[in-house]
């Protein structure tokens, strides 16, 4: 492998949030870390239907860091186009991706036939993403790895997974190369989980990709454990509504079921009925469930997120749509996280227009999804066609987020066993990767950089950077409105 060129590309999550991917060409070899697709704004969804930057029957190999559909769902799409190198994760992430990618498949499936059916696409002839049968034709590529063990990815190219403490599975990977070395983050997780044992301090490398999506900000450290949630459902029970918590299958939905036994077993909320309302989380539930992974904080047990008075759990589309008919208070959990599809949108165009109800939104929502107009005041959502009133009160919960906030992402970075040539800030937003850069540059006086979509560094230090890849960037959209469906 000597005296070949060794560059990185940014083909995702570079001055954005989502659509993870980020190419390492070794010579002839390339390496893909992470395969996730964008969501959020139009302009960056736009690239997800886009032929990819290079022929993905070229790709040696992908590296994946978690299962969240950000970083894994664009696999089926490199698997039709021709990808079928070996796909390297934790087991814990390889069971999670299984569903992931199994739902999204389907998922895209009958959005593209509902789309067709009632008019609402703009094409003609509304197509898949991906089908089920490509996300069929990718599982088996999958290869299993230990967390802390040197693993062998061929022709000299060394890789080591770090427990990240993101969600089930998560790992910071770094590739040991005979001339150099990168260390990605991934998505990292805060100092204290509440489910999953904290993560790990990976070993230093000559450059490190790190993420900041809450690189500008710290999450705060209430008084009194998940307050705002719990008066929030205590009013909306107290006026007959029902509440609605959209939240992501993995993890997410894990944490807010432990929440709320919590609150119930403390009296703090009134004990209504829990529905689960996500086939997808309750088949994840089935892998938290599973000791053998050993990813579980000591102090916590699968009764600690499932110990309710009553606790529906809606499997069925048929078991889904019959809570269409009940009015008595409740809370419904269902995805996605950031309302951007899935059964939470049938409950939101239900429940949003009467002022008794209520929505608790409990993790980041990128600019351009349905959460991010809701959290930022929007009068309507466009759900399926058809504008939405809002007249529902809108919370937002920020104890439940699983990102390392800028202190959590410092220390991270802090630990490392030596100062890497160039810290390369993805998965922000610009102007947040970019306050998180000055932080870096300030307190590490590091050199830390915001690398723009398609660019193309050199990873042998002290060589010229080759030419950017040829690529269509997103402009960013006029600050003053956001891009609708």
Known sequence: MANRPVTLTFLGASGTVTGSKFLVTIGERKVLLDAGVFQGEKEWRALNWADFPVDPATIDAVVLTHAHTDHVSYL???????FSGPVWATEGTRQLAEIVLRDAGRLQEEQAEQAKREGWSKHEEPKPLFTVEDVERTLPLFRTIDFDEDVDLGEGLTGRWTRAAHILGSASVRLELPETSVLFSGDLGRHDHPLLKPRGTPQGATYVLCESTYGDREHPEPELAHEPMAQAISRTIDRGGLVVIPAFAIDRTQAVLRALVQLMREDRIPRVPVVVDSPMALRVLDVYRDESLGELREDITVDDFTDLPQLIEARTGDESRALNRRFDP???????GMAEGGRVLHHLARLLPDKRNCVILTGFQAKGTRGR?????ARSVKINGHH????????RSNEFSVHGDATDLI???R??????????????????????GDRIADELDWTAVVPRYGEVVSLIPGSADPPDLDVDRPEPPDRGEEPKE
């Open 373 to 377: 107009d809701l959290e930022d005041g």
């Open 388 to 395: 939405i009133r809002v007249r529902a009160e809108i919370v």
């Open 330 to 336: 409740m809370i419904i959990i269902a995805s996605s």
């Open 76 to 82: 089926p799409a490199l698997v039709r186009d021709g």
């Open 411 to 413: 220390d991270w970075l």
């Open 415 to 436: 630990d490392l066993d030596q100062e890497p040539e160039t810290v390369f800030i993805v998965h922000g937003e610009k102007e947040v990767a970019e306050a998180f």
